[in-house]
């Protein structure tokens, strides 16, 4: 019973803590901000770009610079959190990993440069994330298994982001 409470008490804070930095419905970025500050632990801010705009993101979905207050992500990703009711299950599952990933990075603690912690961390908390954004459990387990693909994807194609420690949910 202590354990249930301990973290019922943790995601009621946390989600007292993103109404706090989220002050209307239309504060779509101070939502994503909100969101990275509470996986990193201090106050971040999340930027939006195109791959037009940020060369980077023709390779990647989203990055930090370590030891920055801020993260760049694909407008695209942005969009799908801002308006989860207007995105498609596979870009809002892939969005919610992304900045939980990008989120751990700018976390200051000893292994946020190593890419397999950073992602195992980022697809274990992946539902806690989308509660925060205040999906339904219903959402939630329909947009998981995109979720998991993505990871599953990254850590086959890129083996420095797969840690053989992890204990990966398993829906089924």
Not at 3 to 27: D, Q, R
Not at 76 to 88: F, H, I, N, R, T
Not at 98 to 125: G, P, T
């Amino acid at each position: 019973m202590g354990k249930i409470y301990h973290k019922t008490l943790v995601i009621s804070i946390l989600v007292l803590i993103l109404a706090l930095f989220v002050p209307t419905a239309g504060a779509g970025i101070q939502k994503l901000d909100a969101l990275a500050s509470i996986f990193a632990m201090r106050p971040v801010t999340v930027e939006c770009k195109t791959p037009a705009e940020d060369a980077i993101l023709h390779t990647a979905w989203g990055y930090v610079w370590l030891g920055s207050n801020y993260m760049t992500l694909d407008n695209s990703l942005c969009k799908a959190m801002v308006s989860p009711d207007e995105s498609s299950d596979w870009i809002l599952g892939g969005s919610i990993i992304v900045i939980i990933h990008e989120s751990y990075h700018l976390r200051n603690w000893d292994l946020q440069h190593n890419e397999a912690a950073v992602e195992c961390r980022a697809i274990r908390h992946f539902k806690v994330g989308a509660k925060l954004l205040g999906l339904s459990e219903k959402r939630i387990e329909r947009i998981f298994p995109w979720a998991l693909t993505f990871h599953w994807r990254l850590v086959t194609k890129f083996p420095e982001y797969f840690q053989k420690s992890c204990k990966v949910p398993n829906p089924w």
